[in-house]
């Protein structure tokens, strides 16, 4: 069992940055693989970065990529997503997501253990 609990959300304007942190208590954080997803108000929760255990592999969905940048700092029990160049359509509530199963996982339905989330709103 693993608990997630985000922090860094808040306000930012169009083109500046944010950086979420997940940290996550329980079982050895190096277990899990993990991933960042948001869900915006009437759309369907997505990925948008996935990391492996050692942090080796990434993913990030085309409309991060180039902005987003996931890592992990396995002996801080941190996962992080640095947010630059930020846009409006970035205005969501995200979420960070942990599963034992090891790779880069896009699909929600990969994960198991999920955080309470945090607001990103990105004004212009």
Known sequence: QVQL?????????????????CEASGRTFSS?????FRQAPGKARECVAAISRGGSGTWYADSV???FTISRD??????????????REDT????????LRDGVHAYASGYDYW??????????
């Open 5 to 21: 609990v985000e922090s860094g959300g808040g306000l930012a304007q169009a083109g500046g940055s944010l950086r979420l942190s």
């Open 32 to 36: 899990y693989a993990m991933g960042w």
């Open 65 to 67: 990529k180039g902005r």
């Open 74 to 87: 396995n002996a801080k029990n941190t996962v992080y997503l640095q947010m630059n160049s930020l846009k």
């Open 92 to 99: 969501a509530v995200y979420y960070c997501a942990a599963t």
């Open 115 to 124: 955080g309470q989330g945090t607001q990103v709103t990105v004004s212009s």
